[in-house]
Every structure is written in structure tokens, then in C-alpha cells.
């Protein structure tokens, strides 16, 4: 391979709805950095995670492989430390790839092909060891209704790690600039994933200029839907609520958007970004209120769509907008062919750098996001389920294993309002989609795999419980780092 970039910094955020970005067309929030980097870059507007959850999105990310390849369905789902991840390609092609902060790995592989790590994670690695103390904030953090009840101004120590991991990126990128050597790094912020707590300068700001939500919850008549707002006691927020959750999470895109200007700004000033190709994204969405629904745990495009944004000096055009339909899974082999490297075979993901560059490329819109549970983890009602979207070109399907589809056409219908799978003019259409989300996913093999896999994990849940080992890369959150302001 010819390698088109000396470095790579890549920049992971968590919980980044696409559209709450300036540019992705959001009016109100202050995202300068991230319009600069679209500005002299390429952005993608049908940019899509393989999972609407954090584990399976992002062992999905390191493999470029759907959930169902590499059986992480779940957040307590350990990936096999011999599956390739596009840093061990790169890591094949030369390159020494390191990471400051967020993973989020379950087991004893906290590196998964990156050479080098820092900062580390706040969770603990293993199954059967208590979670970390969110003190006043706890329950805000997870798909819990509390969490729109303590919102609004203050902190929480997910705000106060990725300053650590901003500091960390800065001085890393000074001690790359002193060795003068290439680079392959990336930044793994927590921002803007709930609780729903900002500082007070920005949840005023934009208590003052937000708009409601555009989608009523009853314009999403489906009973999955339906049965999940009820279950996460979230069908009637109190409109000062909404409104307080939803000015705090866009002052934590704000809060973190300044934050990669700074990293950006040494990137520059240390004059490594001529050489570097810089990649934004994001693991999932947040509906934010949309649908009257919080969180993710999805398939409609606010859980399921990510920001990406790339740029490389003299290589990638400037602002360029590109309407192909890819994943993040897409996302990890562009990267190691940009680099230079072989991208992984036996995965799903394709890489899409030809497009960038103005090479031939057949690209196949066609893009997969699943969500799979088993009943266990608290937050899921007691009720596994096991689902999957498709994506090809203007048609969307998703598909609930023992309820009723929904069919989309975005072209027509961008908001995913209109369900067209019980119109007769679209049968064929229905069968087709049908067709594609199932011909290498069952959702009863699924549902069997995941109870054969829960016995493994109970048994180390248990081991972990009684044994108690030690954790890596774990950075030291504290309860008193979490703040919520009495006056809201």
C-alpha cells in the first residue's frame, strides 16, 4: 500500500448526535473547531455506528466488524484478544499506534493493538466489580429517568477526565514534535455522553436560544418504542426538565468542541499538521429529547448517526460534503489504507479512501446497525431484544425480532415519520430490505448465542466478584468530582 498520511490523529467522542453540530447545520450550538476541521476537510452526512450502545460500537470500530462477527452484542461483552483491530494493522505496517483515554474494553486486554496508553478508562476492566461512584450524579449516567430529574448546571467527572486526557494530547503532541518521528494517535473523549450536566455558562446560554424538540413522541406510534419510554420512566419529562437536559448536553458538545480546538491548535502550532490526517467521530447519537426519547439504544438516525469529519493538507479536498452511506466499521480500514496498510481481511467494514481521493471506487451504500441485549443489565426492563438496521441508499429498515418493522424512505421522509412498510406501492421494497437485514443475521441464533455467552460471563463476574483483580489503565474518578448546582 502507498502510504497518503505520515500521522494519524484520531479524535472518539462519546454520544455525539450527528446533528448537533454547526456543521451539520445545528443553529444555535457553538461547535467552532469542529466546523474549522469540516471546513478544511471532508465531511459525511451518512455516517452510521454498527450499535447504538458504547461496547459494541466500539470493539465494532477497532475490528471493523459487525457485533455479530465479533459476538459483542452488550456493555459487559469481552472482545478475543486475537481478533485483529486496525491497530494491529497498523501497528504491522510500522507504525507505533497510541491512545489517551477512552477504550472502554472489557477483560484483561486493555490495548487491543495499540502499542501505547495513557489517562486509561474510568470503569473498572471486569465483570463482578462494583461500577464507579457518580456520587450525587449516580443513575444520571446510564438510560435511568433520573437522569433527567438531577440535570442541568454543574459537573460530572466525565467532564473532569477528558481535561486530563486534553492535557495529556497537548503533551503528547509536544514529545512527537521534539522526537520528530511519526505518529499514530489517537484521543478517546467521554464528552458529550450523559449525565446531562454542564457548566452553568453554557446550560444559561442555552437555556436562553434552544428550540423544544422538533419530534413529538407520538409522531413514533411503534411498541417497542413505546414500551422502552415507559420502562425508562421517561414518557412524561417536565418541560423544565427537557429543557434543562437538553441546554446541558449541548453545552457538553460546546465544553468538548473547545477542548479539540486546543489539541487541534498544538497540532498546528507544532507544526505536525501538514503531515497528519486528522479523523473526527463518534460511537452512537443521543435523541436528546427527539421522539421523547433520551439517550440511545435506537435504530432511528438521532441514536444511530455519527459525525465524521477528515482532513489531510494537500491530499483530502476542503470543504467537501460526501452523501455516501458508511459505517465507522468503514471508517477503521480507510485509516489503515491512508497510512499505509493492509486493511483487515475477513471484516466487514470496506475501505472508502479511493472516494476521498478521487480514485474508482464502485462504493455500495449499504450500511448495518444492531442492538442486541439480554435481559440482565439493569437498564434493560428485564427484556432481551434483538434488532437490526439496515441502510441502502434512500430506503432504511429496521427490524424487531417478534414485532412489526418500520420503512423509511430519508430521501423523502429525512425525520423517519412516515413508516411505509404496510403501503402495498412498497411490498417489494419491504421484501428486498427484508431480505438484506437477514440473510447473514437470525435473530433467534442471536438470541441463543447471547444466553450461551451470559453463562460465561456470569462465571466471571462471579470470579471477579470473589477474587477482586486488579484493573489497567484506570483512571481515578472520584465521587466528589461530581457536581449538580442547587439553583437550576
Request: glycine share 8%; charged share 25%; with cysteine.
Amino acid at each position: 500500500m502507498t502510504r497518503a498520511a505520515k500521522n494519524l490523529l484520531f479524535i472518539f467522542s462519546d454520544q455525539h448526535a450527528q446533528a448537533i453540530s454547526g456543521c451539520y447545520g445545528d443553529p444555535h450550538v457553538a461547535t467552532p473547531a469542529l466546523d474549522a476541521l469540516a471546513a478544511r476537510g471532508v465531511r459525511f452526512d451518512n455516517a452510521y455506528c454498527a450499535s447504538p450502545i458504547c461496547v459494541p460500537s466500539r470493539m465494532s470500530m477497532l475490528t471493523a466488524c459487525h457485533p455479530s462477527q465479533q459476538e459483542c452484542w452488550t456493555n459487559d461483552d469481552y472482545l478475543a484478544s486475537d481478533r485483529p483491530t486496525w491497530l494491529h494493522a497498523l501497528g504491522a505496517a510500522g507504525h507505533r499506534p497510541e491512545l489517551i483515554g477512552r477504550m472502554h474494553a472489557m477483560g484483561p486486554d486493555q490495548m487491543h493493538g495499540y502499542a501505547y496508553r495513557e489517562v486509561g478508562d474510568h470503569s473498572p476492566n471486569w465483570g463482578g466489580i462494583p461500577r464507579h461512584d457518580m456520587g450525587v450524579l449516580n443513575d444520571t449516567n446510564d438510560p435511568q429517568g433520573h437522569s433527567l430529574v438531577a440535570c442541568g448546571s454543574g459537573q460530572s467527572a466525565y467532564e473532569v477526565k477528558d481535561r486530563d486526557v486534553t492535557e495529556a494530547a497537548l503533551a503528547a503532541l509536544d514529545r512527537i514534535a521534539d522526537e520528530g518521528v511519526p505518529f499514530c494517535l489517537t484521543v478517546g473523549l467521554m464528552l458529550p455522553h450523559a449525565p446531562y450536566v454542564a457548566a452553568k455558562r453554557w446550560v444559561d446560554h442555552y437555556m436562553q436560544i434552544l428550540d423544544p424538540p422538533a419530534i413529538p413522541p407520538e409522531a413514533t406510534d411503534h411498541p417497542w418504542i413505546t414500551w422502552w419510554r415507559n420502562d425508562r420512566g421517561i414518557a412524561e419529562v417536565p418541560d423544565r426538565q427537557s429543557r434543562l437536559a437538553r441546554a446541558a448536553y449541548w453545552g457538553l458538545v460546546s465544553t468538548m468542541d473547545e477542548m479539540i480546538g486546543r489539541i487541534l491548535d498544538r497540532l498546528r502550532d507544532r507544526a505536525l499538521d501538514k503531515d497528519t490526517l486528522v479523523v473526527y467521530a463518534s460511537d452512537h447519537g443521543d435523541h436528546v429529547g427527539e421522539r421523547g426519547l433520551w439517550w440511545k439504544h435506537t435504530l432511528f438516525d438521532e441514536s444511530t448517526k455519527v459525525p465524521l469529519i477528515l482532513a489531510l493538507p494537500g491530499t483530502l479536498p476542503e470543504g467537501a460534503v460526501r452523501l455516501e452511506v458508511v459505517g465507522l466499521i468503514d471508517v477503521a480500514q480507510t485509516m489503515v489504507e491512508a497510512l499505509g496498510g493492509t486493511p483487515l481481511r475477513q471484516a466487514d467494514g470496506r475501505s472508502f479512501w479511493p472516494l476521498l481521493t478521487g480514485g474508482p471506487q464502485d462504493w455500495d451504500d449499504t450500511v448495518y446497525s444492531e442492538y442486541c441485549t439480554d435481559a440482565v443489565p439493569a437498564w434493560t426492563g428485564g427484556r432481551a431484544v434483538q434488532q437490526r438496521m439496515v441502510r441502502r441508499g434512500s430506503w432504511k429498515l429496521h427490524v424487531y425480532s417478534g414485532e412489526p418493522p418500520l420503512l423509511f424512505n430519508l430521501d423523502d421522509d429525512p425525520r423517519e415519520l412516515t413508516d411505509l412498510s404496510r403501503c402495498p406501492a412498497h411490498s417489494a421494497v419491504l421484501e428486498e430490505m427484508m431480505a438484506l437485514a437477514l440473510q447473514d443475521w437470525d435473530p433467534e441464533i442471536i438470541r441463543r448465542r447471547m444466553l450461551a455467552r451470559r453463562e460465561h460471563k456470569d462465571i466471571l463476574a462471579a470470579w471477579g466478584q470473589n477474587t477482586k483483580p486488579r484493573s489497567t489503565h484506570l483512571w481515578p474518578l472520584r465521587s466528589d468530582m461530581n457536581r449538580l448546582d442547587d439553583a437550576q
